[in-house]
């Protein structure tokens, strides 16, 4: 189909953010976009979202910017990064063995670089406000994927009600709930020359990929839950009540509190923590009050008062946390997933969307390299080797990455809710970021820096990071063994200075 009219037809299944975003990119190259999402316009503010919260704030840093720029639709990154936040760093919250309560900045990046406070709500129907301006992409809401014969190149879809009808807040799903025990809703059979899955962790394009590729697959809940709140604006200023420029943390060493800030001047805030001290918690609501005064000092009543405090937890779900790794994230040349879909992360290094908007960037790269849409570089190879070609190589490449980043979020979490408060990772991080600041020719940076900041890949970072963990090891080891070749040599000039008669001299013979 697609050789006979130089067209693509590219179906994409998920209209969130990676989905929106890969759409933008396939759609500037000229293919006609279909988008089939399972809710309704996600720019309907009637839509519930699949999360039931009711915003979610996220960390937008490079990999997610540097990916929405390549799209080169004019204005998108300029409107994008004009609604969100600049966040310098992580404010660190607690209370001296005094009883005073205290905050402490620990700046992102030596170089001043920030990320961004992004309200996901926002930058989703920013995105698709562009893709209803093109002429070749078509919406399809309500869809749900209900089958797909990838060797065929066809998919089936049934159209749902728009009416959501929730079964459970943990498990959400939307039916149709107009026309309940009547018979299924109307499917329809779509064809395509290749099938974007990004349609979130628990993915129907994965599952029925699965028929037909040999997918390893493996899927983790860590015993961790989490529960949103909200920090209001100050009643008095109707301004930020503590500073809107950082990430704020309350570290509980097995749990911890963050906030992060929202346009509107409040902050959208989380509760993690092991799944029992939620069933401690929601079996005795009264100890809620006294756990959040000893363990996240100046939240209640300071921030949120104890009413909304115990409102927000009874009403707000506690809600699981998944890891996902799978491969291959495609099947020959007619689907591909990302994101999510592909490898859903925990939340603790602010890198699940920017790793998936950074998918979409990685797989066109490839597209473009192996010629899909650009005849002169494929040699005479039908397109459709080509894309099956690209779609290879791409799982070759984000496989390992995406694997990485899945690695370091899991131990990112120990890190915001203890190490943020250790000696060790403080000197650490200092040592690291004097380096990169006075001896730059040396490639010296944190890993933190390296994730957020730049574009090198996930895999590439680890092994970098793990090198310099090595030469400062060893720098340490050799600093020690100086000190004591050092204290050494000083203690045996000092017993030959002293006459050998006296008794501080008999003392130090006896101490040696």
Same mark, same amino acid.
Request: proline letters at 6%.
């Given at each position: 189909?697609?050789?006979?009219?130089?067209?693509?037809?590219? /179906?994409?299944?998920?209209?969130?953010? /990676?989905?929106?975003?890969?759409?933008? @990119?396939?759609?500037?190259?000229? +293919? *006609?976009?279909?988008?089939?999402?399972?809710?309704?316009?996600?720019?309907?503010?009637?839509?519930?979202? %699949?999360?039931?919260?009711?915003?979610?704030? &996220?960390?937008?840093?490079?990999?997610?910017?540097?990916?929405?720029?390549?799209?080169?639709?004019?204005?998108?990154?300029?409107?994008?990064?004009?609604?969100?936040?600049?966040?310098?760093?992580?404010?660190?919250?607690?209370?001296?063995?005094?009883?005073?309560?205290?905050?402490?900045?620990?700046? @992102? +990046?030596?170089?001043?670089?920030?990320?961004?406070?992004?309200?996901?709500?926002?930058?989703? $129907?920013?995105?698709?406000?562009?893709?209803?301006?093109?002429?070749?992409?078509?919406?399809?809401?309500?869809?749900?994927?209900?089958?797909?014969?990838?060797?065929?190149?066809?998919?089936?879809?049934?159209?749902?009600?728009?009416?959501?009808?929730?079964?459970?807040?943990?498990?959400?799903?939307?039916?149709?709930?107009?026309?309940?025990?009547?018979?299924?809703?109307?499917?329809?059979?779509?064809?395509?020359?290749?099938?974007?899955?990004? *349609?979130?962790?628990?993915?129907?394009?994965?599952?029925?990929?699965?028929?037909?590729?040999?997918?390893?697959?493996?899927?983790?809940?860590?015993?961790?839950?989490?529960?949103?709140?909200?920090?209001?604006?100050?009643?008095?200023?109707?301004?930020?009540?503590?500073?809107?420029?950082?990430?704020?943390?309350?570290?509980?060493?097995?749990?911890?509190?963050?906030?992060?800030?929202?346009?509107?001047?409040?902050?959208?805030?989380?509760?993690?923590?092991? =799944?029992?001290?939620?069933?401690? &918690?929601?079996?005795?609501?009264?100890?809620? &009050?006294?756990?959040?005064?000893?363990?996240?000092?100046?939240?209640?009543?300071?921030?949120?008062?104890?009413?909304?405090?115990?409102?927000?937890?009874?009403?707000?779900?506690?809600?699981?946390?998944?890891?996902?790794?799978?491969?291959?994230?495609?099947?020959?040349?007619?689907?591909?997933?990302?994101?999510?879909?592909?490898?859903?992360?925990?939340?603790?290094?602010?890198?699940?969307?920017?790793?998936?908007?950074? *998918?979409?960037?990685?797989?066109? *790269?490839?597209?473009?390299?192996?010629?899909?849409?650009?005849?002169?570089?494929?040699?005479?190879?039908?397109?459709?080797?080509?894309?099956?070609?690209?779609?290879?190589?791409?799982?070759?490449?984000?496989?390992?990455?995406?694997?990485?980043?899945?690695?370091?979020?899991?131990?990112?979490?120990?890190?915001?809710?203890? =190490?943020? /408060?250790?000696?060790?990772?403080?000197?650490?991080?200092?040592?690291?970021?004097?380096?990169?600041?006075?001896?730059?020719?040396?490639?010296?940076?944190?890993?933190?820096?390296? #994730? =957020?900041?730049?574009?090198?890949?996930?895999? +590439? #970072?680890? $092994?970098? #990071?793990?090198?310099?963990?090595?030469?400062?090891?060893?720098?340490?080891?050799?600093? %020690?063994?100086?000190?004591?070749?050092?204290?050494?040599?000083?203690?045996?000039? %000092?017993?030959?200075?002293?006459?050998?008669?006296?008794?501080?001299?008999?003392?130090?013979?006896?101490?040696?």
């Amino acid at each position: 189909m697609s050789e006979k009219t130089d067209r693509q037809k590219v /179906v994409v299944v998920g209209a969130g953010p /990676v989905g929106a975003l890969a759409a933008l @990119y396939a759609a500037g190259r000229g +293919d *006609d976009v279909e988008i089939y999402e399972l809710r309704s316009d996600l720019r309907d503010p009637s839509t519930t979202p %699949l999360n039931f919260t009711k915003s979610i704030n &996220l960390a937008l840093s490079e990999r997610g910017i540097n990916s929405m720029r390549h799209t080169q639709c004019e204005g998108l990154i300029e409107a994008v990064l004009g609604e969100t936040i600049p966040m310098h760093g992580r404010m660190i919250h607690g209370r001296r063995q005094s009883g005073e309560l205290y905050q402490e900045s620990q700046e @992102y +990046d030596v170089h001043g670089r920030f990320i961004r406070a992004v309200d996901r709500a926002g930058l989703n $129907k920013r995105l698709l406000d562009y893709l209803g301006r093109m002429p070749n992409v078509t919406f399809h809401f309500n869809n749900k994927l209900t089958g797909a014969d990838f060797n065929k190149d066809v998919a089936w879809f049934e159209k749902r009600s728009s009416t959501p009808e929730n079964d459970h807040a943990q498990n959400p799903t939307q039916q149709n709930t107009g026309k309940k025990h009547q018979d299924r809703a109307s499917e329809i059979s779509v064809p395509f020359d290749i099938l974007i899955g990004a *349609d979130g962790a628990h993915s129907s394009t994965r599952y029925h990929m699965m028929k037909f590729a040999r997918v390893n697959y493996q899927q983790e809940y860590i015993d961790t839950l989490w529960c949103e709140f909200l920090i209001p604006p100050d009643a008095t200023t109707g301004s930020f009540a503590i500073s809107p420029n950082h990430l704020h943390i309350w570290p509980g060493k097995s749990f911890m509190f963050i906030a992060i800030p929202s346009l509107d001047k409040s902050f959208t805030c989380t509760l993690f923590a092991p =799944s029992t001290r939620f069933a401690d &918690l929601a079996a005795s609501p009264d100890s809620l &009050l006294p756990f959040f005064q000893h363990n996240f000092p100046g939240v209640c009543p300071e921030l949120i008062s104890p009413d909304d405090l115990h409102r927000q937890f009874l009403e707000n779900p506690h809600l699981p946390l998944i890891s996902i790794k799978c491969t291959p994230y495609h099947y020959h040349s007619s689907v591909v997933i990302l994101g999510d879909a592909a490898h859903a992360m925990v939340p603790f290094y602010g890198q699940g969307m920017n790793a998936g908007l950074e *998918d979409v960037r990685v797989l066109f *790269d490839f597209l473009d390299r192996h010629g899909v849409y650009d005849p002169s570089l494929r040699d005479n190879m039908p397109r459709e080797e080509a894309r099956a070609n690209a779609l290879l190589e791409y799982t070759m490449q984000r496989t390992p990455d995406a694997s990485t980043i899945n690695g370091l979020a899991l131990r990112n979490y120990e890190e915001m809710r203890s =190490s943020v /408060v250790s000696p060790l990772y403080r000197l650490r991080k200092w040592v690291e970021e004097r380096v990169n600041k006075y001896i730059p020719s040396l490639g010296w940076r944190t890993q933190y820096s390296r #994730v =957020s900041f730049e574009n090198e890949r996930y895999s +590439d #970072v680890e $092994k970098a #990071v793990q090198r310099q963990g090595r030469i400062l090891m060893g720098v340490l080891g050799l600093g %020690l063994v100086g000190l004591g070749s050092m204290g050494g040599w000083w203690w045996s000039r %000092l017993k030959q200075a002293i006459p050998p008669e006296t008794l501080a001299a008999r003392w130090l013979h006896g101490r040696l």
